[in-house]
T-cell receptor, first 114, second 114 residues
Framework: EPEVTQTPSHQVTQMGQEVILRCVPISNHLYFYWYRQILGQKVEFLVSFYNNEISEKSEIFDDQFSVERPDGSNFTLKIRSTKLEDSAMYFC????????????FGNGTRLTVT | QKEVEQNSGPLSVPEGAIASLNCTYSDRGSQSFFWYRQYSGKSPELIMFIYSNGDKEDGRFTAQLNKASQYVSLLIRDSQPSDSATYLCASDGGGNSGYSTLTFGKGTMLLVSP
């Protein structure tokens, strides 16, 4: 069964450093998302991406965050200058259709900011 | 503020019993509802989705939706120890966004004892 793949599985970085989290969505999916989950808390929406542009973003997704689809398969999340509070599990997801379509999540990248 | 509420549990049931997981949501505009299973340290895995009032069955799982009461539930029949996990309820904002910006509950931990 096709799946969303994410790399790396674990990233440790120092505060103030830039990180790029990578995702390969399911090949015939058109909508891409990033969510995050701080340890012990809810899964939170960050951003949705369709047709090579951001379609919606949450308050969490401030100027320190950016997303890109550099080629036909990868979808990346960049955090420009990491803060301690960015430590979380970051999940990439994709869906075939838009609103109401089930999201399929990748295995996640655990980001630890020290 | 869109909210999805779940009892955090744990909900303990013996093997072979029916587990009943419940969820309420605040946004009357929500159209689509999802149940995900999340094992500790892993990503959310889609179990079921439901759009219409009533019941939807898939194998051992039944999702129930009551939009008037803003209530969603998941029944797991013949519970197995491998069903032990946290079950996340999520609603899609609906409206005209066209994108699946899911709002998640904090999840209910289910423990199935052999």
């Amino acid at each position: 069964e096709p799946e969303v793949t994410q790399t790396p599985s674990h990233q440790v970085t120092q505060m103030g450093q830039e990180v790029i989290l990578r995702c390969v969505p399911i090949s015939n999916h058109l909508y891409f998302y990033w969510y995050r989950q701080i340890l012990g808390q809810k899964v939170e929406f960050l951003v949705s991406f369709y047709n090579n542009e951001i379609s919606e973003k949450s308050e969490i997704f401030d100027d320190q965050f950016s997303v890109e689809r550099p080629d036909g398969s990868n979808f990346t999340l960049k955090i420009r200058s990491t803060k301690l509070e960015d430590s979380a599990m970051y999940f990439c997801a994709s869906s075939k259709g838009g609103g109401g379509s089930p999201l399929h999540f990748g295995n996640g990248t655990r980001l630890t900011v020290t | 503020q869109k909210e999805v509420e779940q009892n955090s549990g744990p909900l303990s049931v013996p093997e072979g019993a029916i587990a009943s997981l419940n969820c309420t949501y605040s946004d009357r505009g929500s159209q689509s509802f999802f149940w995900y299973r999340q094992y500790s340290g892993k990503s959310p895995e889609l179990i079921m989705f439901i759009y219409s009032n009533g019941d939807k069955e898939d194998g051992r799982f039944t999702a129930q939706l009551n939009k008037a009461s803003q209530y969603v539930s998941l029944l797991i029949r013949d519970s197995q120890p491998s069903d032990s996990a946290t079950y996340l309820c999520a609603s899609d904002g609906g409206g005209n966004s066209g994108y699946s910006t899911l709002t998640f509950g904090k999840g209910t931990m289910l423990l199935v004892s052999p």
